[in-house]
């Protein structure tokens, strides 16, 4: 019987070394493609940091393959990338198996708020939250904040700090949670006391189908039209002004901008609409050149103010082509920016590409051009009037960003 047991314990030790070896051998396959693919791919892909240190860091990877987990691996090619130094490139969850606490937070003078949570978890809604299974949020922060991906400045490193900081795998992986699908949150409410919820984490299929409860701000001059054709794209007039106003949160195709640009032109004819109010916050990104399609229509539009009755809005969520085009159309519609800088930069590195790593299947995103949108690059497109998101108005639905501009729009009419 010892016999039979010491030759299955032998078995059993082969075969994990194999397959040890075999995920090995897969994650080397995977880094050097990794390596490879960035630097045949990537416009310019040592413009931050260099060959030297590039392949010091790399190597350091390999040499811990045996001694850490698959998940702890991808971290540390998170951190890398990082390095790298601009928004678009990045290692992507776009085909992995990810879990999300349902909450969306984000943070207002130092404190990280819940803005939108699942309605099962409604009472945390607004509450600040402190720590995660006992660690102090501003240390959980630290640590997610140098490998959430897609930054390019302070501001949207702290926006993808609280975007990642809802990834289970992600804070289970940096040994913050020690349960990948449940962790003990802990908030403070406006008395001060803490309330403490054990929260399941949830697979993608299970965050798109829950029904989830936010804080939404607006002014009352402006309302979203029913069913608008497009999604995340509609304008309307505002009320008691001769000015319109464009929600440009998603990007149409090329063909839709241009029938939409047809649209607004007309309306502006029709309306004798003098001023044109641009909303970029929260714009994502996508083709500046169909941003470039709605300046153009716009620009045949001769009712408007364009002395200066145009404004675009910006935020620190405004990122990637919906930067460039923010900048584009301070100079195109002499339009006047208000609100917060953008979070991405309006010179740098975009137009973003992907490959995938063969065995872990992760995605390689990267960037393909250069763009010089500003002659003098900055952090961010700077706002000509500067107006900060703060929890005081957000808390009590206001938008002090447009609100600004609708008083300014009334003082001239």
């Known amino acids: 019987m010892k016999l039979i047991l010491t030759v299955v314990a032998s078995v059993f030790l082969l075969v994990t070394a194999q397959a040890q070896n075999a995920n090995k051998d897969a994650w080397l396959e995977d880094l050097i493609t990794y390596k490879t693919g960035l630097e045949q791919k990537h416009i310019d892909v040592y413009n931050k940091i260099s060959p030297t240190d590039f392949e010091k860091e790399l190597d350091a990877i ?23 130094g601009d928004g678009h490139t990045t290692i992507s969850f776009a085909n992995q198996e990810m879990h999300n606490f349902p909450f969306e937070l984000q943070k207002f003078e130092g404190e990280w708020r819940v803005v939108k949570t699942s309605t099962k978890h409604l009472p945390v809604l607004g509450l600040e939250l402190i720590e995660i299974d006992g ?40 040994h913050i949670i020690t349960d990948k699908t449940e962790a003990l949150f802990t908030f403070r409410n406006t008395d001060g006391n803490l309330i403490r919820e054990k929260v399941q984490s949830l697979n993608r299929p299970e965050y798109k189908t829950a029904a989830f409860s936010e804080i939404k701000i607006g ?33 149409p195709t090329f063909d839709e901008m241009m029938r939409i640009g047809e649209e607004i032109a007309a309306f502006i004819f029709q309306n004798n609409t003098k001023q044109l109010v641009i909303d970029m916050r929260n714009n994502g990104g996508g083709d500046l050149y169909t941003g470039l399609v709605l300046a153009f229509a716009l620009n045949l539009a001769d009712p408007v103010n364009w002395r200066d009755g145009v404004y675009v809005l910006s935020n620190n969520v405004t990122f990637s082509a919906a930067t460039s085009n923010t900048a584009l159309y301070r100079d195109l519609l002499n339009a006047t920016i208000v609100g917060e800088p953008t979070g991405s930069n309006p010179t740098g590195y975009q137009d973003m590409d992907s490959f995938e790593l063969p065995n872990s299947k992760l995605v390689i995103c990267y960037s393909k051009r250069l763009f010089k949108i500003q002659e003098t690059p900055s952090s961010g497109v700077q706002p000509d009037v500067l107006i900060k998101s703060d929890w005081n108005n957000f808390s009590q639905g206001k938008d002090p960003v447009l609100q600004w501009v609708i008083d300014d729009i009334k003082a001239k009419n």
Request: glycine share 6%.
């Open 135 to 174: 660690n102090p949020i501003d240390e959980v922060a630290k640590q997610i904040g140098e490998v959430a991906q897609f930054v390019e400045n302070e501001y949207s490193q702290v926006v993808r700090t609280a975007q990642y900081l809802t990834f289970s795998e992600l804070l289970y992986g940096l």
């Open 219 to 251: 002014v009352p001059e402006i309302t979203q039209p029913d069913n608008p054709k497009t999604e995340g794209f509609w304008f309307t007039p505002i009320e008691e002004t001769q000015g319109l106003y464009i929600h440009f949160q998603n990007y």
């Open 62 to 84: 390999k040499e811990s393959l045996g001694e850490k987990t698959d998940l702890e691996i991808t971290i540390e090619l998170m951190r890398l990338t990082r390095k790298i």
